[in-house]
């Protein structure tokens, strides 16, 4: 089971980044895909997951309305779309595949919003 991030970068605040996250090894359609990430110094946060199906998408508040998850299982690969960035989204963003007992986790991408 593998999880790899990407997309992660410097933006100005305002801009937009899509982080991207390619998934092998496993039946990726059949599992519910999240994004979390880790501020310096701060625990781990839940940002977005979207079901396996129904397309069903759920966002934190801190990011609802700028940021959106999606996903293309012909391409096993789930998105998050992030726009108007503010300082304080600048973390390690991580992709977290789940089903019942099982999980997997990428090793994450950094984005960082300074001017």
């Known amino acids: 089971v593998q999880l790899v991030e990407s997309g992660g970068g410097l933006v100005q605040p305002g801009g937009s980044l899509r982080l991207s996250c390619v998934g092998s090894?496993?039946?990726?359609?059949?599992?519910?895909m999240s994004w979390y990430r880790q501020a310096p110094g701060k625990e781990r946060e839940w940002v977005a997951s979207?079901?396996?199906?129904?397309?069903?998408?759920k966002h934190a508040d801190s990011v609802q309305g700028r940021f959106t998850i999606s996903r293309d299982n012909a391409k096993n690969t789930v998105y998050l779309q992030m726009n108007s960035l503010k300082l304080e989204d600048t973390a390690v963003y991580y992709c977290?595949?789940?089903?019942?007992?099982?999980?997997?986790w990428g090793q994450g991408t950094q984005v960082i919003v300074s001017s």
């Open positions: 090894g496993f039946r990726f359609s059949h599992f519910h």
């Open positions: 977290k595949a789940h089903l019942q007992d099982a999980e997997a």
């Open positions: 979207i079901m396996s199906v129904g397309n069903v998408r």
